[in-house]
């Protein structure tokens, strides 16, 4: 019996591993950091033998309120991920699993490998509408790359997009993958309608380092990305640096910044009340969005989600706070749940890669509904 976590994005290390009915394994921690969550690595067994997997020491993971309802995914060829029986005893996260084939691979959230982000920027670039660009080096010296798609003209919107500011939020990357499809769809007519009036900015990956790591929140240093937005500095936190410069030099009309909450199972958005400068624009912007998006999709609702922060006492080194409030534009923190969307349960997916693909589509509906009123 193997256990190894030595690839892309790997996290998991062997405490026990000797006999099948006990394996017990451990979760490192990200680098320079306290938080640890996020798990992938594979295990090579044999088949047709029940296996009882126990993660421990959960307690003093990043956000053990995660764990209750979490089922782990699995898959033996890395490209269909499906949910595994898991129990959780407020400590302690056991699988519970019989694998048909001789290896099979374990993660927290559907992986979106930094491979995958190569191969999409470079599929992406392909687009007459796209435009790859490169904004600076991370610390272990990753490409921090920008997609500019649509034609760059005088009075159009700029829209920027990020993802994946925390990288074991992998969802994040897998939703800017369906939006940027169909935004390059050349035969869809809301992408059409989208690109005459409109620019888009999108960071599929702003921490390639922490992704590779395998880690859940910070990238290679251990820096918080989203609570460097007041200050970034090259030494810790480049990925933020470089987007704030470039966001500074093109300038921004909205943005939305893509993430996942371990605990909340479903789909829902945080915006700016707490923002010194908000006014009723932008809550009536807010509103129309929503509203659009509540039409698009019953993926997304509006009755659960985080608490509205007190007028003039939002946390501005947060990305949307803080970009919403430097450009006084419509700012948006997207979440999606690392379970599954309680209002519509999958017992065998749970929330899952095409799910969040095609959530990704559906959101350029609600950008329609608000982009002619940006500005």
């Not at 976590?5 to 026990?16: A, E, L």
């Not at 390639?208 to 989203?226: E, F, K």
């Not at 300038?251 to 909450?261: A, E, K, N």
């Not at 979440?335 to 065998?348: G, I, V, Y």
Request: charged share 25%.
């Amino acid at each position: 019996m193997v256990i190894t976590s030595q690839f892309d994005s790997g996290n998991i290390r062997v405490i026990q591993a000797q006999d099948p009915q006990d394996i017990q394994l451990a979760i490192n921690k990200d680098n320079n950091s306290d938080f640890y969550q996020w798990f992938h690595f594979k295990l090579q067994s044999t088949k047709f033998v029940e296996h009882k997997i126990v993660i421990g020491d959960l307690k003093g993971s990043a956000y053990p309120d995660g764990w209750p309802g979490y089922q782990a995914l699995a898959s033996y060829d890395r490209d269909e991920w499906f949910r595994v029986d898991t129990e959780y005893d407020g400590d302690n996260l056991t699988i519970n699993f019989v694998p048909e084939y001789d290896s099979v691979y374990f993660a927290y959230f559907t992986p979106y490998s930094y491979e995958r982000h190569q191969d999409f920027l470079s599929s992406a670039q392909m687009s007459f509408d796209c435009e790859l660009r490169h904004l600076g080096y991370t610390i272990d010296k990753r490409d921090m790359s920008l997609l500019v798609i649509g034609e760059e003209a005088e009075g159009k919107n700029k829209i920027w997009v990020t993802a994946r500011q925390h990288p074991g939020e992998s969802m994040a990357e897998w939703l800017v993958e369906g939006m940027v499809g169909r935004l390059l769809d050349e035969d869809d007519g809301v992408a059409k309608s989208l690109l005459e009036q409109n620019t888009f900015y999108v960071i599929p990956n702003m921490n390639p380092d922490g992704s590779a790591r395998g880690h859940l929140r910070t990238n290679a240093v251990g820096t918080n990305l989203n609570r460097e937005w007041e200050t970034p500095s090259l030494e810790k936190s480049p990925e933020v640096y470089h987007t704030l410069k470039a966001m500074d030099e093109i300038g921004v009309d909205m943005f939305l910044d893509i993430h996942g909450d371990e605990a909340l199972p479903y789909n829902f958005v945080a915006g700016c009340e707490g923002n010194p400068n908000y006014n009723t624009k932008l809550e009536e912007l807010e509103n129309t969005f929503k509203q659009a998006l509540l039409m698009a999709t019953p993926e997304f609702q509006d009755v659960f989600g985080y608490d509205k922060d007190e007028p003039g006492k939002a946390n501005l080194t947060i990305g949307a706070n803080a970009v919403g409030h430097r450009y006084q534009c419509l700012s948006y923190t997207l979440e999606m749940p690392f379970k599954d969307n309680q209002n519509l349960p999958d017992p065998a997916y749970g929330w899952s890669a095409p799910r969040c693909q095609q959530l990704g589509e559906d959101l350029l509906i609600a950008v329609r509904a608000v982009s002619s009123e940006l500005r």
